[in-house]
């Protein structure tokens, strides 16, 4: 009876059989169309175009890190240690992120006000080793954001980045950052950052923008967060790292 079904269902063009549940057509099936090619005389770009800072490393001076166990690193010792090699990266153009830097500074005189979050570790890098990843709150509700991996008995600085951060997601060996969208009312940027191992580096494998929300909508203020030198780490990342930081490495959105 079964055999007689399914003969009857390929003769009437897989119609179906009767019972709730057969097979039905879809319908026709719309063409195909392949990409097309437009303008393809535009000359070859010779011009370099502008660094943004994409795909840096560098090796974290001053933190030893013996076999390789990220956890043993204090992340408030090793934002220091950046810090002392290069201040600037964290005072910001003109010097705007001032504060932050004195906060950091002070953070084991005045924990309460230390500017850098919990830390969390993720193989990012798929080698069977976490990476440690750091969150730092700036002035202008920006994140600042860094991942290192343990490399030769100390760290290695492989994704640096500063934008207005609503959250982070930690998605496989991927992190997604979500940030404001600046002169967009409703949307946000959530760029997918990616280990590319022939740079040695975590790269924004790709940036999108989103709705989240009707454009009429005010945006929300974030909820103020007290940030803390390191508490007890987690290995599970949390779905958001921050409330709401602000304008990104790459060039404010």
């Given at each position: 009876?079964?055999?007689?079904?399914?003969?009857?269902?390929?003769?009437?063009?897989?119609?179906?059989?009767?019972?709730?549940?057969?097979?039905?057509?879809?319908?026709p099936t719309p063409t195909a169309a392949g990409p097309v090619r437009l303008w393809p005389d535009l000359p070859p770009v010779t011009a370099p175009p502008y660094d943004y800072g994409e795909g840096e490393t560098e090796?974290?001076?001053?933190?030893?890190?013996?076999?390789?166990?990220?956890?043993?690193?204090?992340?408030?010792?090793?934002?220091?240690?950046?810090?002392?090699?290069?201040?600037?990266?964290?005072?910001?153009?003109?010097?705007?992120?001032?504060?932050?830097?004195?906060?950091?500074?002070?953070?084991?005189?005045?924990?309460?006000?230390?500017?850098?979050?919990?830390?969390?570790?993720?193989?990012?890098?798929?080698?069977?080793?976490?990476?440690?990843?750091?969150?730092?709150?700036?002035?202008?509700?920006?994140?600042?954001?860094?991942?290192?991996?343990?490399?030769?008995?100390?760290?290695?600085?492989?994704?640096?980045?500063?934008?207005?951060?609503?959250?982070?997601?930690?998605?496989?060996?991927?992190?997604?950052?979500?940030?404001?969208?600046?002169?967009?009312?409703?949307?946000?940027?959530?760029?997918?950052?990616?280990?590319?191992?022939?740079?040695?580096?975590?790269?924004?494998?790709?940036?999108?923008?989103?709705?989240?929300?009707?454009?009429?909508?005010?945006?929300?203020?974030?909820?103020?967060?007290?940030?803390?030198?390191?508490?007890?780490?987690?290995?599970?990342?949390?779905?958001?790292?921050?409330?709401?930081?602000?304008?990104?490495g790459s060039g404010a959105r």
């Amino acid at each position: 009876m079964v055999l007689l079904c399914a003969g009857a269902a390929l003769a009437a063009g897989l119609t179906g059989c009767g019972d709730a549940g057969g097979l039905e057509s879809a319908g026709p099936t719309p063409t195909a169309a392949g990409p097309v090619r437009l303008w393809p005389d535009l000359p070859p770009v010779t011009a370099p175009p502008y660094d943004y800072g994409e795909g840096e490393t560098e090796r974290v001076r001053g933190v030893r890190l013996p076999g390789g166990e990220v956890r043993r690193a204090d992340p408030v010792a090793v934002v220091q240690a950046e810090l002392a090699a290069d201040p600037d990266q964290f005072r910001g153009e003109d010097g705007v992120y001032e504060t932050t830097v004195r906060r950091i500074r002070e953070c084991r005189e005045r924990p309460a006000a230390c500017p850098v979050l919990r830390p969390y570790y993720r193989d990012l890098t798929g080698d069977g080793r976490e990476e440690l990843i750091v969150a730092v709150r700036m002035e202008e509700q920006q994140t600042g954001l860094r991942v290192y991996t343990p490399k030769d008995g100390g760290l290695t600085r492989i994704l640096a980045d500063e934008d207005q951060v609503v959250g982070v997601q930690a998605a496989g060996r991927n992190l997604v950052v979500r940030a404001v969208s600046a002169g967009i009312p409703g949307y946000e940027y959530r760029t997918t950052w990616t280990w590319e191992p022939r740079r040695g580096a975590m790269l924004a494998a790709s940036d999108e923008i989103v709705r989240v929300r009707s454009a009429t909508s005010p945006p929300r203020e974030p909820a103020p967060r007290s940030a803390s030198p390191s508490p007890s780490p987690s290995s599970s990342p949390s779905p958001s790292a921050s409330p709401a930081p602000s304008g990104s490495g790459s060039g404010a959105r």
